[in-house]
């Protein structure tokens, strides 16, 4: 069997990235204080405890299988595999780094952990990194639907618009998701390790993760459109264009990390402490 | 593509939608708390909005 270009670039590149799941996999659930994995319950609907993980990875999955089919036939397989991947590692990268710096109290304040998750990519789990990948896509294909006149770089900001206006709720839910649980014990998808008394917070959520998204979502999609559109591509070649691609993650991680950093650096210190519209009371 | 693949994408996010709907009734039960569906309502408008245009823009650009 002879497989073209694409075929081998998915192969490849997956090579890459399976053993990172099944190493962190294995670290989490096995060797949990290597990463100080906190000891917080997660919620759970369904013993044992292991389905509920399986079902909620294996649902996303599909999803996200969903998706790429729709890439594979409106982009192609390599354009689809780069978008899937780069996802998967630029808010991957993104959310580890601030999960680990909090965690390791290099960050001003404490910041955030997931409490669930079967498979796990470092310090964050698959199905987190699949929903950020389905999100972009399918935020990013609506965008391009209602303007299609417009460049990628206006695409790229209305999807984060629309994906951020939809996380102003995700959040709030997720995080209290633990009182729904069948363990009384039980925390939300994800815990919030600060103190609001040190963040100035929407829906009872720090700003800045709202703040996070957009910049994610919206500079993702910059970087997939300037990288990895056809003329380039067709200039400088599939290999050429996905080490650009990839390698330009790192950099526009360091863009939006500088850019949080700065906001929350120079927040107004009447915001420090307050609420916008406390979830409890509205 | 299909006629009917270019709908994946917002069929995609419709679910997207009604899980975390779903979610935020088991907690608004659970916490007797009804501002988690308010918030479903209301926050994410720009969302609603946009896959309501989308979808019917793809219906138009069929007919």
């Known amino acids: 069997m002879k497989l073209d270009y694409d075929e081998k670039f998915i192969i490849v590149i997956t090579l890459f990235f399976a053993p990172v799941v099944v190493i962190s996999t294995i670290v989490h659930h096995l060797f949990p204080e290597v990463l100080g994995v906190p000891n917080v319950l997660g919620p759970y609907f369904i013993e044992p405890i292991w389905v509920d993980l399986v079902i909620e990875d294996l649902i996303t999955a599909i999803l996200a299988a969903i998706v790429v089919y729709h890439g594979i036939k409106t982009q192609g397989k390599y354009k689809t595999m780069c978008f899937l991947y780069g996802a998967i590692i630029f808010a991957g990268l993104e959310e580890i780094q601030w999960i680990l710096l909090g965690r390791f109290n290099l960050t001003p ?152 950093y700065l906001a929350s650096a120079f927040t107004p210190p009447f915001l420090i402490g307050v609420d916008v519209i406390p979830i409890k009371l509205l | 593509m299909k006629k009917n693949e270019k709908y994946i994408p917002i069929v995609i996010l419709i679910i997207f939608y009604l899980n975390v709907l779903r979610s935020a009734v088991d907690v608004a039960i659970a916490q007797n708390n009804i501002s988690f569906i308010i918030l479903g309502i209301t926050a994410p408008i720009p969302f609603l909005i946009a896959i309501f245009i989308a979808f019917i823009k793809l219906i138009k650009k069929e007919n």
């Open chain 1, 109 to 260: 304040t404490e910041t955030y952990f997931f409490t669930r998750g079967g498979l796990w990519f470092v310090a964050i789990p698959i199905y987190t990194c699949l929903s950020w990948f389905i999100l972009a896509w399918c935020c990013n294909y609506v965008s391009e639907v209602i303007f299609p006149n417009k460049n990628y770089m206006f695409h790229a900001f209305i999807a984060g618009i629309i994906a951020v206006s939809l996380d102003l709720w995700i959040d709030p839910v997720m995080v209290n998701l633990g009182s729904a649980s069948i363990y009384s014990n039980s925390a939300g998808m994800w815990v919030w390790s600060g103190d609001p008394k040190d963040t100035f917070s929407v829906f009872s959520i720090p700003f800045f993760n709202f703040v996070g998204w957009f910049l994610v979502i919206m500079l993702f999609l910059i970087l997939y459109g300037y990288a990895l559109n056809d003329k380039k591509i067709e200039i400088q070649g599939k290999t050429k264009s996905a080490l650009i691609f990839f390698g330009l993650i790192p950099v526009f991680i360091a863009i939006t990390t500088s850019i949080l």
